[in-house]
T-cell receptor, first 116, second 110 residues
Framework: NAGVTQTPKFQVLKTGQSMTLQCAQDMNHNSMYWYRQDPGMGLRLIYYSASEGTTDKGEVPNGYNVSRLNKREFSLRLESAAPSQTSVYFC???????????????FGPGTRLLVL | LAKTTQPISMDSYEGQEVNITCSHNNIATNDYITWYQQFPSQGPRFIIQGYKTKVTNEVASLFIPADRKSSTLSLPRVSLSDTAVYYCLVGDRGFNKFYFGSGTKLNVKP
């Protein structure tokens, strides 16, 4: 099992360009998340999807859109990239059972994005 | 949401026991406490989780007092490879969100 995979691993964009970060999981988890991590900082939640067909905003959703394509895939789109979006982006999954707090999240390897 | 507070950084030496304390004064009755470890250029990974008293696994121990307003992650006999950032999270049951905070950067010296 691959667990959580992210593509691409690294991307350079110019200001104003758009791109989509892909995340896929083979763990049959219901919930998926997108975080960003700026240098020397903790993770901040951008968007999450509690289950297939639903998405909700996290702490820092501005400038991003998401799509929960199916149970396996959760994409993050930057419509018009800005230098402030330079960061490492992590996708994570969670089983999403009723007793949510008892379960752990599983993270992908991250996508490093540089916006010039 | 239960907010967590941790020290920004800690230093230790190889072979020592390290205790990292996290404050979570507003923890809810059904919340669990989870600790993650993150190495540079990697995503966080689960270390340990608990609800009350003490939990121990092959990597760490987690001590939670009766009032559950704080918790302490204990790493026995750390090595250089334990140098990482450690995050304390309090589960937000029902809303399915997880907030990480800034974590504690542990630096283990030879």
């Amino acid at each position: 099992n691959a667990g959580v995979t992210q593509t691409p691993k690294f991307q350079v964009l110019k200001t104003g360009q758009s791109m989509t970060l892909q995340c896929a999981q083979d763990m049959n988890h219901n919930s998926m998340y997108w975080y960003r991590q700026d240098p020397g900082m903790g993770l901040r939640l951008i968007y999450y999807s509690a289950s297939e067909g639903t998405t909700d905003k996290g702490e820092v959703p501005n400038g991003y859109n998401v799509s929960r394509l199916n149970k396996r895939e959760f994409s993050l789109r930057l419509e018009s990239a800005a230098p402030s979006q330079t960061s490492v982006y992590f996708c994570a999954t969670h089983r999403g059972a009723d007793r949510v707090a008892q379960e752990t999240q599983y993270f992908g390897p991250g996508t490093r994005l540089l916006v010039l | 949401l239960a907010k967590t507070t941790q020290p920004i950084s800690m230093d230790s030496y190889e072979g020592q026991e390290v205790n990292i304390t996290c404050s979570h004064n507003n923890i809810a009755t059904n919340d669990y406490i989870t600790w993650y470890q993150q190495f540079p250029s990697q995503g966080p990974r689960f270390i340990i989780q608990g609800y009350k008293t003490k939990v121990t696994n092959e990597v760490a121990s987690l001590f939670i007092p009766a009032d559950r307003k704080s918790s302490t992650l204990s790493l026995p006999r750390v090595s250089l490879s334990d140098t990482a950032v450690y995050y304390c999270l309090v589960g937000d049951r029902g809303f399915n969100k997880f907030y990480f905070g800034s974590g504690t950067k542990l630096n283990v010296k030879p």
